[in-house]
Every structure is written in C-alpha cells, then in structure tokens.
C-alpha cells in the first residue's frame, strides 16, 4: 500500500526563494474530485503520470502514481479534466533532513503559494523555517482537487 503522509503551510516571507534548488513545471488536471478520493493527471516536463489519492483528515492519504504516456495526458487533460486545470511552478528546497515543496499558482489560482513537507509518520519532527506560516494540512480549500473546482482568486478570505 502506497501512503503518503504530508503537511501543508501558507507562507509568511519570501526568504525560501533564496533556498530553491530546483524549479518544475507542472500541469494538472482532475478527473475525479470528490471529497474524500481524486484520480489526476500531471505533466511536467517530459513526464506524464496518473494519480489517485484517498484521504480522510487531509495528513495521512492512501497514493498510487503511475507513468503513462504523453499523448494519452495530453489527450485526458483536453478532452476529460475538469476545468479550469492546474498550473504550477513546483520549488524544491532541503531544511535539515526534509525535503520541502513549495507549490507557487497561476491561471485561477495565481497569488497562491503554499509549502509542502512529506513525513515518514504523522508525529515525526521536522524543522520550522523562519518563512513557514499558519498550517493547512486539514483545510480542504487549499487540495489541488479542491483548487480546480473553487480557484483562489474566488475566494472572499486568506488572501
């Protein structure tokens, strides 16, 4: 069983931009997005995957991701992704021993940045940059299957 715990924070600084190591492309579109499972497809670069996702306190979620092929992301994202689709600069940074991603919005969802902590157990510790802000790991807003179907720039709050 693939298991996928992560956390997930709004941002107080720009700072972690002087930290980035690598920046990713990406395109995303939803197939399915109900509440409590999503199956996506994702392009970024020369790569193309599908993945579906369970959750049921936004932390901890059941995740299978498979490669497939371009034509046929390109062909879902067109013809059966929900709209509007997902765009995104992905940055990646190390703090201590982790691994952050921080996902920067554009299209709909532009002004949204929010950073993304992947952890081997639900308490493990893990070291708070000086930019990290208030958590959202269980707010359903900020999911990217929830994104797709209320974009942030409809948002009446947190902005």
């Known amino acids: 069983m693939a298991v996928e715990i992560e956390r997930k924070f709004l941002l107080v600084s720009e700072d972690w ?42 932390i901890y979620r059941l995740e299978y991701e498979y490669p497939i092929p371009m034509e046929d992301a390109l062909e879902l994202m067109k013809h059966v992704a929900h709209r509007p689709l997902i765009e995104k600069k992905r940055h990646i940074l190390h703090v201590g021993r982790h691994c952050w991603e921080i996902d920067e919005f554009f299209g709909e969802n532009q002004g949204l940045i929010v950073a993304e902590v992947e952890l081997a157990a639900r308490d493990e510790p893990y070291e708070r940059p000086d930019w990290l802000g ?8 900020y999911y990217n299957s929830n994104l797709s179907k209320l974009p942030y720039k409809y948002w009446k709050d947190e902005k």
Do not use: C, F, H, P
């Open 134 to 141: 208030r958590e959202v790991s269980t707010d359903a807003r």
């Open 17 to 58: 931009r002087k930290q980035v190591e690598k920046t990713l492309e990406m395109q995303q579109g939803y197939l399915s997005r109900d509440a409590q499972s999503s199956v996506r497809v994702r392009i970024s670069g020369e790569r193309a995957d599908i993945n579906i996702k369970s959750t049921r306190d936004g």
